[in-house]
């Protein structure tokens, strides 16, 4: 079966930078696009980007565009979602979710959410 | 590009149908038919539950449809049954190969 399998929780200083990881299985990982999505405490949710796992091709959310690093590693079927200069208000639980296109973007697997926590 | 507008609160008794709202604009549900709702419930990921406006994945129950007019598409739950409670989030294409969501309703089963 599809699972989406994500890294643990982290917790991180301001200006920091943490890396997510998606492990997906159950499916062709290049065959699907990866979407990545936060949800900040008692909000709703936020696109920051996808990748396209086959080609390596991104595509990112204007706000997140200077400090939003998307990365995949085919050989283990791993996505990875890079977020740089921490502010608090980066505390939030972050997705990945996968899409068949762009164009019609739809999310029918998620995994199951990393929370990172931004403090000092 | 703002979020999608979505009423912060629904309710509605068992056995009653309620609608959620989803308004945008001609660049986004105005002008695709690439809008989509999920379901989440507290400490849960998104569930998707309407694509392509109304369209259901397979398992979810046909209370669920979805409908656009205009800039506005709609989420009926029909037959509320108190697992119905929950937060359901849209989305819709944006072009530029952008995706918007919407702020997200919290559906309350009275």
């Known amino acids: 079966q599809v699972q989406l399998v994500q890294s643990g929780a982290e917790v991180k200083k301001p200006g920091a930078s943490m890396k997510v990881s998606c492990k997906a299985s159950g499916y062709t990982f290049t065959g699907y696009y990866m979407y990545w999505v936060r949800q900040a405490p008692g909000q709703g949710l936020e696109w920051l980007g996808w990748?396209?796992?086959?080609?390596?091709?991104?595509n990112y959310a204007q706000k997140f565009q200077d400090w939003v690093t998307l990365t995949r590693d085919t050989s283990i079927s791993t996505a990875y979602m890079e977020l740089s200069r921490l502010k608090s208000d980066d505390t939030a639980v972050y997705y990945c979710a996968r899409a068949y296109t762009v164009t019609n973007p739809h999310f029918d697997y998620w995994g199951q959410g990393t929370l990172v926590t931004v403090s000092s | 590009q703002s979020a999608l507008t979505q009423p912060p609160s629904a309710s509605g008794s068992p056995g009653q149908s309620v609608t959620i709202s989803c308004t945008g604009t001609s660049s986004d549900v105005g002008g695709y038919n690439y809008v989509s709702w999920y379901q989440q419930h507290p400490g849960k990921a998104p569930k998707l539950m309407i694509y392509?406006?109304?369209k259901r994945p397979s398992g979810v129950p046909d209370r669920f449809s979805g409908s656009k007019s205009g800039n506005t598409a709609s989420l009926t739950v029909s037959g509320l049954q108190a697992e119905d409670e929950a937060d359901y989030y849209c989305?819709?294409?944006?072009?530029?190969?952008?995706?918007?969501f919407g702020g997200g309703t919290k559906l309350t089963v009275l």
């Open positions: 392509e406006v109304s």
């Open positions: 989305t819709s294409y944006a072009g530029s190969n952008s995706v918007l």
């Open positions: 990748i396209n796992p086959n080609s390596g091709d991104t």
